[in-house]
């Protein structure tokens, strides 16, 4: 069973527009959030984290938001650009796990010009 | 440069033909893991070491072997790889001493087909 779900394995926005991709968890343990982006032929770079005691952290055009009732968290790009079309992961972890990320499938993104 | 070293980049074998994937990093992190993409199931942790001699299985670790005899390599063996173990590999490491400020910093990863 997958703690850490990212429904949409695609997603393809215009050049300009905001990009939101989303992620789910099961695990009501999990107390901070991370993404991080892939591009083809590398390893994934961390992008942005979020702690359960916030519900909003942003950097640059990056933000993620956090929605603990709800189990949801999203990550919105604003505004998006090519160079961003990517695959991302959402990843989960908890204080008790020795810091052990759960990671989610990934979105593909693909930013179009 | 600070980096995680991953070799080989590709590699092609047969099954039960033993395999050791090379993994460094000159960080002086003390965490160290090892995962396996696969399509549609994202990033699964394979093992991890949280230092030199500790060493602990990951969500899939069957048919996996790993040491950590230095703190800057964490090889993972196949004994007798099969071609369920076809797969991405990435090596990551961490500075476990500020957990929630230190993301997890990886290879570029090691592209395995057992036939």
């Known amino acids: 069973d997958q703690q850490v779900k990212q429904n949409s394995p695609s997603l393809s926005v215009q050049e300009g527009r905001i990009s939101i991709l989303n992620c789910d968890y099961t695990?009501?343990?999990?107390?901070?959030f991370l993404w991080y982006k892939k591009y083809p032929a590398e390893g994934p770079t961390f992008l942005i984290s979020?702690?359960?005691?916030?519900d909003k952290n942003e950097d640059g055009r990056f933000t993620v938001f956090l929605n603990k009732s709800a189990k949801h968290l999203s990550l919105h790009i604003v505004p998006s650009q090519p160079g961003d079309s990517a695959v991302y992961f959402c990843?989960?972890?908890?204080?008790?796990?020795?810091?052990?990320?759960?990671f989610g499938s990934g979105t593909q993104l693909t930013v179009l010009p | 440069e600070a980096q995680v070293t991953q070799n080989p980049r590709y590699l092609i074998t047969v099954t039960g033909k033993k395999l050791t994937v090379t993994c460094s990093q000159n960080m002086n992190h003390e965490y160290m893991s090892w995962y396996r993409q696969d399509p549609g199931l994202g990033l699964r942790q394979i093992y991890y070491s949280m230092n030199v001699e500790v060493t602990d299985k990951g969500d899939v670790p069957e048919g996996y072997k790993v040491s950590r005899k230095e703190k800057r390599n964490f090889p993972l063996i196949l004994e007798s790889p099969s071609p369920n173990q076809t797969s991405l590999y990435f090596c990551?490491?961490?500075?476990?001493?500020?957990?929630?400020?230190?993301?997890?910093?990886f290879g570029n990863g090691t592209r395995l087909t057992v036939t």
């Open positions: 990843a989960a972890s908890y204080s008790g796990s020795a810091r052990q990320l759960t």
């Open positions: 695990n009501s343990m999990f107390d901070y």
């Open positions: 979020i702690s359960s005691i916030k």
């Open positions: 990551a490491s961490m500075d476990s001493s500020r957990p929630y400020n230190s993301p997890l910093h």
